[in-house]
């Protein structure tokens, strides 16, 4: 069995909806599609499709395969345009994660001039807190805050971001304005699942030393747009993103705490894997990500309670 044969067979029958048309495409017999599609699934060891007299459909496993496989033809049929032409047309999908608040605050307006300048390129986006294996689960790229992850991925910086230390006005008012970064293990403090130092804030004093506090508090979750919500609602001090916090911030919700201790800038990355073929799709989205992030400015200059 010719493996991209019967895999090109199998695509070409979910897309079209038959056999006979899926054969038409392919200028073959009906029988040879069949029998090609039934050998792929005996190699695999399961079944793709469900053939009933009046309809096809995918199993669950299928639905996988034709996802992954039609994602396989089309990077081949890039690779094989470069290889011909020396350089390629973006095209195909591109699989995108990102964080949940920034994907959809930030990432969106950048996401959709990207797909009106490259109409043959369709975008599969994945938003998640969680990190995201981006080979084991078939990404292209993730737009990653923090460390790349993985040494196997390459990170290009397009970005960055700053921690802000922040509380509601009606909090400070009854809890007080903490002075020193050790005075927040006797406060309120809201606490991140996925932030890498877990509940420990580092800040860093004006003359550069730097302090490290263990926190806890009434509220623990695994996002940070919920944290800063509830952080506006009193229930203590938050330790978020300025691209979270910023629209609490401009409202007055939300006011900084500390401000005269540094916290250091995390960078945002676009993040792919180094061991595939860097495709044109990557490639373009790489760059349109670049130029985008010049000309955007999310620190939010407000005015700031307590030192």
Same mark, same amino acid.
């Given at each position: 069995?010719?493996?991209?044969?019967?895999?090109?067979?199998? =695509?070409?029958?979910?897309?079209?909806?038959?056999?006979?048309?899926?054969?038409?495409?392919?200028? =073959?017999?009906?029988?040879?599609?069949?029998?090609?599609?039934?050998?792929?699934?005996?190699?695999?060891?399961?079944?793709?499709?469900?053939?009933?007299?009046?309809?096809?459909?995918?199993?669950?496993?299928?639905?996988?395969?034709?996802?992954?496989?039609?994602?396989?033809?089309?990077?081949? +049929?890039?690779?094989?345009?470069?290889?011909?032409?020396?350089?390629?047309?973006?095209?195909?999908?591109?699989? =995108?994660?990102?964080?949940?608040?920034?994907?959809?605050?930030?990432?969106?307006?950048?996401?959709?001039?990207? +797909?009106?300048?490259?109409?043959?390129?369709?975008?599969?986006?994945?938003?998640?807190?969680?990190?995201?294996?981006?080979?084991?689960?078939? $990404?292209?790229?993730?737009?990653?805050?923090?460390? =790349?992850?993985?040494?196997?991925?390459?990170?290009?910086?397009?970005?960055?971001?700053?921690?802000?230390?922040?509380?509601?006005?009606?909090?400070?008012?009854?809890?007080?304005?903490?002075?020193?970064?050790?005075?927040?293990?006797?406060?309120?403090?809201?606490?991140?699942?996925?932030?890498?130092?877990?509940?420990?804030?580092?800040?860093?004093?004006?003359?550069?030393?730097?302090?490290?506090?263990?926190?806890?508090?009434?509220?623990?979750?695994?996002?940070?747009?919920?944290?800063?919500?509830?952080?506006?609602?009193?229930?203590?001090? +938050?330790?978020?993103?300025?691209?979270?916090?910023?629209?609490?911030?401009?409202?007055?919700?939300?006011?900084?705490?500390?401000?005269?201790?540094?916290?250091?800038?995390?960078?945002?990355?676009?993040?792919?894997?180094?061991?595939?073929?860097?495709?044109?799709?990557?490639?373009?989205?790489?760059?349109?990500?670049?130029?985008? $992030?010049?000309?955007?400015?999310?620190?939010?200059?407000?005015?700031?309670?307590?030192?």
């Amino acid at each position: 069995m010719d493996k991209l044969q019967a895999i090109t067979a199998f =695509v070409s029958v979910v897309d079209a909806g038959s056999f006979a048309r899926a054969a038409d495409r392919l200028n =073959v017999s009906v029988s040879a599609v069949s029998r090609q599609v039934g050998e792929l699934e005996a190699q695999l060891g399961t079944r793709l499709l469900n053939r009933t007299t009046r309809r096809l459909s995918l199993t669950e496993a299928g639905r996988a395969f034709h996802q992954r496989t039609t994602q396989l033809l089309a990077d081949l +049929a890039e690779a094989e345009q470069a290889a011909h032409a020396g350089s390629s047309t973006p095209r195909g999908t591109l699989r =995108v994660t990102s964080s949940i608040t920034f994907g959809a605050r930030y990432l969106a307006p950048m996401v959709a001039s990207f +797909a009106a300048k490259y109409a043959d390129v369709s975008i599969d986006i994945e938003l998640s807190d969680r990190l995201v294996d981006l080979v084991e689960e078939g $990404f292209d790229v993730a737009v990653r805050i923090g460390p =790349v992850g993985s040494q196997q991925l390459v990170g290009r910086k397009i970005g960055e971001t700053h921690m802000i230390c922040c509380a509601s006005p009606a909090y400070l008012a009854a809890h007080g304005v903490p002075q020193h970064p050790r005075e927040l293990a006797r406060h309120h403090c809201l606490t991140y699942e996925y932030l890498s130092s877990r509940n420990t804030w580092r800040f860093r004093a004006p003359g550069g030393a730097e302090h490290s506090v263990r926190v806890g508090g009434p509220m623990h979750a695994n996002h940070g747009g919920f944290l800063a919500a509830m952080a506006a609602e009193g229930l203590g001090i +938050a330790y978020e993103p300025d691209f979270i916090v910023g629209p609490e911030l401009s409202a007055g919700r939300l006011v900084r705490v500390l401000a005269a201790w540094e916290l250091a800038p995390s960078p945002i990355y676009l993040v792919y894997a180094s061991r595939r073929h860097v495709s044109a799709k990557v490639r373009a989205f790489s760059e349109h990500m670049a130029d985008a $992030f010049r000309s955007a400015d999310w620190v939010t200059k407000v005015g700031v309670s307590g030192s």
